[in-house]
């Protein structure tokens, strides 16, 4: 039998995410996991190169990194709320927000931590319906098992 000893659940900080926390709980629980937690935010440069108005004035590219490191700062304090809330009886629960594509990311992180299993929510809304979602990509590119919940 497969044993899990390391759960990621990408956390969207949406509605989603306190709907997928008990499922990640009890599976860590089951096996006595290590949970990980994983928001990841966008990163601005892109846009910035890509929709900005080349020019030798720096400061727009200040901005945009003043911004994202306020998001990210953002969200590492609602990520921290959101593990106190949802996994505080775990002893073992990581917390980390990094930024870039998030499928990306994701699978990054599956590499880097070893992780066993990813738990993670999707929703199907429009874009995604034509685009694929983020869960869609990680479920098909992960070298582990991934475990979908799906809202209901």
Same mark, same amino acid.
């Given at each position: 039998?497969?044993?899990?000893?390391?759960?990621?659940?990408?956390?969207?900080? =949406?509605?989603?995410?306190?709907?997928?926390?008990?499922?990640?709980?009890?599976?860590?629980?089951?096996?006595?996991?290590?949970?990980?937690?994983?928001?990841? =935010?966008?990163?601005?440069?892109?846009?910035?190169?890509?929709?900005?108005?080349? =020019?030798?004035?720096?400061?727009?590219?200040?901005?945009?990194?003043?911004?994202? $490191?306020?998001?990210?700062?953002?969200?590492?304090?609602?990520?921290?709320?959101?593990?106190?809330?949802?996994?505080?009886?775990?002893?073992?629960?990581?917390?980390?927000?990094?930024?870039?594509?998030?499928?990306?990311?994701?699978? $990054?992180?599956?590499?880097?931590?070893?992780?066993?299993?990813?738990?993670?929510?999707?929703?199907?809304?429009?874009?995604?319906?034509?685009?694929?979602?983020?869960?869609?990509?990680?479920?098909?590119?992960?070298?582990?098992?991934?475990?979908?919940?799906?809202?209901?």
């Amino acid at each position: 039998m497969t044993e899990f000893r390391k759960i990621l659940f990408p956390v969207s900080l =949406t509605k989603l995410s306190p709907i997928i926390a008990p499922y990640v709980a009890s599976l860590a629980g089951k096996y006595g996991a290590d949970i990980h937690l994983l928001h990841v =935010t966008r990163q601005f440069d892109g846009y910035v190169d890509a929709y900005v108005k080349d =020019t030798d004035d720096t400061e727009i590219k200040r901005v945009a990194c003043d911004f994202e $490191k306020e998001i990210v700062s953002g969200a590492e304090a609602r990520l921290e709320r959101f593990k106190e809330r949802h996994f505080k009886e775990y002893p073992s629960v990581k917390a980390s927000v990094q930024t870039g594509a998030h499928y990306k990311m994701i699978l $990054k992180y599956v590499e880097k931590e070893g992780i066993d299993l990813v738990v993670m929510g999707t929703g199907r809304g429009v874009l995604s319906a034509m685009f694929g979602s983020v869960a869609d990509k990680v479920a098909k590119l992960a070298p582990i098992p991934v475990m979908l919940i799906k809202k209901v």
